[in-house]
C-alpha cells in the first residue's frame, strides 16, 4: 500500500522540490520536512499528559493505567522510528537527483500520516497496530536499503566523504 500511496501522490499532488544543487540545501529542506512529521509525536505527548493528569491513580508514580500506558507507549516508539526515519531521509537526500527530492515531503507525510494510523488503530487493540507499524517500518526499512545501496554500490569510493 505505501508504494501506491507515494507513487499516487508524486504523480498527482500539484508541487516540485525547489532546485537543489548542494548537499547543505539538500540538508536544510529535509530538515525543514522533518519538522512537520514531528506532529503526531507532540500531539501524543500533549494526550498523554493530560491522560495522566485526568488518571484515578491515587500515586502519581504508581502502576499506569491503560490508557495512559497506550500514549505513553505511543510517543516512546514514535520518537525511536521519527530519529531513524530523520536519518535515513537525511541520507536519501544526498542520493536523489533533483527530479525526485519531491519523495522527501512524501516522505515525511506519510511517516506522520501513518503514526498518526498506529496510534488510533493501537487504542481500538493491540491486534490492529501492524498496519499502522508496518506503513511507518516498511518505508523505513525501504529506505535503509536504498541507502545502503547507493553508499556501497553506487558510489563507493565516496563513501565517507
Not at 42 to 60: H, T, Y
Not at 111 to 137: D, H, P, Q, V
Request: glycine share 4%; hydrophobic share 55%; net charge neutral.
Amino acid at each position: 500500500l505505501c508504494p501506491c500511496l507515494i507513487y499516487g501522490a508524486y504523480i498527482f499532488l500539484p508541487f516540485d522540490a525547489p532546485l537543489l544543487p548542494t548537499i547543505s540545501a539538500r540538508l536544510v529542506y529535509t530538515l525543514r520536512c522533518a519538522a512537520f512529521a514531528t506532529f503526531p509525536i507532540v500531539l501524543g505527548m500533549i494526550v498523554s499528559a493530560i491522560s495522566r493528569l485526568c488518571s484515578s491513580a491515587l500515586e502519581p508514580f504508581g502502576e499506569l493505567q491503560r490508557e495512559v500506558e497506550i500514549h505513553r507507549t505511543y510517543v516512546s516508539q514514535s520518537v525511536h522510528l521519527f530519529i531513524l526515519y530523520f536519518f535515513n531521509m537525511a541520507v536519501l537526500a544526498t542520493y536523489l537527483p533533483q527530479e525526485l527530492l519531491k519523495l522527501i515531503p512524501l516522505l515525511t507525510g506519510l511517516f506522520a500520516i501513518s503514526r498518526l494510523i498506529f496510534w488510533m488503530s493501537y487504542t481500538i487493540g493491540r491486534s490492529f497496530r501492524a498496519f499502522g507499524f508496518s506503513m511507518t517500518f516498511l518505508p523505513l526499512l525501504a529506505m535503509l536499503l536504498w541507502n545502503l545501496y547507493g553508499m556501497f554500490v553506487l558510489e563507493p569510493e565516496n563513501l565517507l566523504s
